[in-house]
């Protein structure tokens, strides 16, 4: 665990940058990266969160990473709701954050 939280690399920004949110992945070391993402405020809740997951997903995998994390404060049940959603699991806390792990 002790790789989740300095980003070490940036790897892609900015996969629906300017329409409906923003997907960032961060290397951390040769097998992990840290995803995360937003979507524009007037977008939420229409699917385009778990849309954005899944395409964290395909990428990490095309670039041969192993394990995906996203970070969302303790309070965010939206930001829960979708990782959950999307197959995440529960791995660890930081603070006021809960670390969510993908094995890919
Ligand atoms: C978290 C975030 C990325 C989710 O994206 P989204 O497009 O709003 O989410 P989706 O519409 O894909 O919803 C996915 C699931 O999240 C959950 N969800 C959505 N809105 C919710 C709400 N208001 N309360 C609780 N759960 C909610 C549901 O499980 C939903 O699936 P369902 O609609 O089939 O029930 C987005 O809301 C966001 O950018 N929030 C601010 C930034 C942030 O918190 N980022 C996450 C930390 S990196």
Known sequence: ME????????FIEGGLRG???????FKLGKTDAEVTSEINS??????FGTSL???AEEKARELG????????????SRGKGSLLKAG???????????VFEKIL
């Open 42 to 47: 007037r977008e939420r809740g229409k699917g």
């Open 88 to 98: 995440w699991k529960f791995c660890a806390t930081q603070d006021e954050l809960l």
């Open 3 to 10: 790789g989740v939280f300095p980003k070490t690399e940036l």
């Open 19 to 25: 329409e409906k949110g923003t997907l960032q992945l």
């Open 65 to 76: 990473l192993r394990r995906i994390y996203a970070k969302t404060h303790k309070d965010n």
């Open 53 to 55: 997951l899944k395409a």
